[in-house]
Nanobody, 122 residues
C-alpha cells in the first residue's frame, strides 16, 4: 500500500523560507506525477504545483515566482521550496501522487499524505 509522508512545515516569518518534503513508499514513485496542494482554513484544497516523473514542471499556479517543486527519485522524495512567504500562505500542505495527471481535482490523485501545517506570521 502506497504511503506519502510530508515534513518540514512549521512557523515562519513573512519573507522567510521553508522547504517541505514528501517521502514516498510502497509505490513506483519514479514513474508517478507528484503534486502539492494547500488548504487554508475555510477554503477548499487547492493545487499548488505538479511535477512529472522526469522532473519536468507540469503546473505551477499563482505561487510560481515564489515556490519551486522538485523531486529526487533516488530518494523517493519530492520537495516544495517556499520563499518570500506571506501570511496568506498559511495552510496545511499536502502532497499527492498518481500515475497520471488528469486534472487539478483532488479525486484524480491516487495517494495522499497526511499534511503538514505551515504558519506564516506577519
Amino acid at each position: 500500500q502506497g504511503q506519502l509522508v510530508e515534513s518540514g512545515g512549521g512557523l515562519a516569518q513573512a519573507g522567510g523560507s521553508l522547504r517541505l518534503s514528501c517521502a514516498a513508499s510502497g509505490m513506483p514513485f519514479s514513474r508517478y506525477f507528484v503534486a502539492w496542494f494547500h488548504q487554508a482554513p475555510g477554503y477548499e484544497r487547492e493545487l499548488v504545483a505538479v511535477i512529472a516523473s522526469d522532473g519536468s514542471i507540469v503546473y505551477t499556479g499563482s505561487v510560481k515566482d515564489r515556490f519551486t517543486i522538485s523531486r529526487d527519485n533516488a530518494k523517493n522524495t519530492a520537495y516544495l521550496q517556499m520563499s518570500s512567504l506571506k501570511p496568506d500562505d498559511t495552510a496545511v500542505y499536502y502532497c499527492a501522487a498518481s500515475p497520471h495527471y488528469e486534472s487539478h481535482l483532488e479525486s484524480s490523485w491516487k495517494y495522499w499524505g497526511q499534511g503538514t501545517q505551515v504558519t506564516v506570521s506577519s
